[in-house]
T-cell receptor, first 116, second 109 residues
């Protein structure tokens, strides 16, 4: 299995809802990442998990809450989001861990989130 | 924060022509990577070049890196309609991968 799987592919949620995005990889990758991408913009890093521990939080608002239950799973819990949080949320993993320099990232196809 | 800046922002060519995209960055890096993104979906890793390398090839792709000028270029030879996509350079420091603004490539049949 050489993929990163993200579910759901599309999500529409109200500003008072609580929802979760899920990301899964079975490649044994040691680091996993959440990126946010607005339309016609590059991806921006949100969180980095290395060996299932949160290593980097790029000053993301607390309405986004990441969780790494095990080495294959990464969740992003969403609560009280704003319309400006509408974006494509991308999960990625890398083979050689946080400080690795040999391999690129494997990205999932993303969850397109719309906050209404 | 974004570090890479791609040039041009958009490029339109005919099938069979070569496409060249440039990337400039500001701080020291450990490696530089290029990714392709189709229609706003997931990114696909194309090629990685380390800071001590100057040129790398993969199929129809050729990447160069000039650390003295803090710049890189991606050449796609004999382009195909299927190469139509957005291309991003991404710089890797120790721990984070930071993307540039991207080049939108349109290859017409």
């Amino acid at each position: 299995d050489t993929e990163v799987t993200q579910t759901p592919k599309h999500l529409v949620m109200g500003m008072t809802n609580k929802k979760s995005l899920k990301c899964e990889q079975h490649m044994g990758h040691r680091a996993m990442y959440w990126y946010k991408q607005k339309a016609k913009k590059p991806p921006e890093l949100m969180f980095v998990y290395s060996y299932e521990k949160l290593s980097i939080n790029e000053s993301v608002p607390s309405r986004f809450s990441p969780e790494c239950p095990n080495s294959s799973l990464l969740n992003l819990h969403l609560h009280a989001l704003q319309p400006e949080d509408s974006a494509l949320y991308l999960c990625a993993s890398s083979q050689d861990g946080l400080g690795g320099q040999l391999y690129g990232y494997t990205f999932g196809s993303g969850t397109r989130l719309t906050v209404v | 924060s974004q570090q890479g800046e791609e040039d041009p922002q958009a490029l339109s060519i005919q099938e069979g022509e070569n496409a060249t995209m440039n990337c400039s960055y500001k701080t020291s890096i450990n490696n530089l990577q290029w990714y392709r993104q189709n229609s706003g979906r997931g990114l696909v890793h194309l090629i990685l070049i380390r800071s001590n390398e100057r040129e790398k090839h993969s199929g129809r792709l050729r990447v160069t890196l000039d650390t003295s000028k803090k710049s890189s270029s991606l050449l796609i030879t004999a382009s195909r309609a299927a190469d139509t996509a957005s291309y991003f350079c991404a710089t890797k420091g120790y721990s984070t991968l930071t993307f540039g603004k991207g080049t939108m490539l349109l290859v017409s049949p």
